[in-house]
């Protein structure tokens, strides 16, 4: 079998930010304009993000995966931004996302997420569907399984909650593919462990205990902006939940500068065998690629 190559990015941050209407700054908006004002322009930037996914098209994977964080201040004028930006990476079948705490930083706009629904619904869903978590996607050897962690939350807070109706659903969408032998890939923006207590996904532990009776092959997610491997229980070995840093940022404090990951997907026999291969910006020149590092051999039960 040909290896089906997956690719992951997340935490764009993509700018400029839209000029706000006086009303819009209000609450906790008025302080990420502050943040965007004072330093966080500098390090999101729109030719670093370009750059990456132009680098991307160049080893032309299967699949495109994006762990949320699209926008800054969920901006009215930012999702639409970021659907013209989505649809320059790829068509929605040929992209998954899943949103980020930024995507859905105040109450009053969470709706507009559905702008993005192209790219976050499930196979089999009707063209007039609400958007709906979880959601599964068939690609090539892969199932898909996207979640969203993306709720509204108080000014200086960055926590994700996914909450009893979707962790539910997952439970039972992951037992109904029971013998199914698809390499499977959740998708999720808050990393499952956070040592920082105001960016925690704050019912990772639920969440755990269904991938230790489910399996899951391989954990993708953004938010920390850093590289990061963590392993968790499944239900027969571990499984890595891998972190990327944010695709359009400049190195600043023990944050690195922008990168994504390649991931080749191959199954032999009765298991399947998962290489990550990152990609990023070193030294301030252009995308360079790291060494090759085998995450594990899965062995289908």
């Given at each position: 079998m040909a290896a089906f190559t997956l690719a992951h990015l997340s935490d764009p941050h993509l700018g400029p930010l839209p000029a706000p209407k006086l009303h819009q700054l209000a609450g906790k908006r008025a302080l990420g304009y502050q943040n965007w004002k004072r330093s966080r322009h500098a390090i999101h930037r729109r030719d670093v993000l370009d750059a990456l996914v132009a680098d991307i098209r160049t080893q032309a994977p299967d699949h495109i995966a994006i762990t949320g964080d699209l926008i800054n201040l969920a901006l009215p004028g930012e999702f639409t931004q970021a659907r013209t930006w989505l649809e320059s990476v790829g068509a929605p079948h040929d992209v998954t996302l899943v949103p980020g705490n930024h995507d859905a930083y105040v109450r009053a706009t969470q709706k507009q997420i559905s702008e993005w629904i192209g790219y976050m619904r499930g196979d089999g869903a009707s063209a007039g569907a609400p958007l709906s978590f979880p959601f599964l996607r068939r690609r090539g050897p892969l199932t898909l399984i996207g979640?969203?962690?993306?709720?509204?939350?108080?000014?200086?807070?960055?926590?994700?909650?996914?909450?009893?109706?979707?962790?539910?659903?997952?439970d039972n969408a992951l037992s109904q593919l029971a013998g199914d032998p698809n390499f499977r890939v959740l998708l999720i923006?808050?990393?499952?462990?956070?040592?920082?207590s105001y960016k925690r996904l704050t019912d990772a532990e639920a969440l755990l205990t269904i991938l230790r009776r489910h399996r899951v092959d391989l954990i993708l997610h953004g938010h920390d902006h850093i590289h990061s491997t963590m392993w968790f229980d499944g239900p027969h070995g571990r499984v890595p939940a891998i972190g990327v840093p944010s695709a359009s940022?400049?190195?600043?404090?023990?944050?690195?500068?922008?990168?994504?990951?390649?991931?080749?997907?191959?199954?032999?026999?009765?298991?399947?065998?998962?290489?990550?291969?990152?990609?990023?910006?070193?030294?301030?020149?252009?995308?360079?690629s790291a060494e090759v590092r085998e995450l594990q051999r899965v062995q289908l039960i």
């Open positions: 979640v969203s962690s993306a709720v509204p939350t108080a000014p200086f807070m960055a926590t994700g909650w996914l909450g009893h109706a979707q962790l539910d659903a997952l923006h808050h990393p499952l462990s956070s040592k920082s940022a400049m190195p600043y404090r023990h944050y690195p500068a922008a990168a994504y990951n390649l991931f080749s997907i191959t199954r032999g026999g009765d298991a399947w065998r998962c290489e990550q291969r990152v990609r990023g910006f070193v030294d301030g020149a252009g995308v360079e």
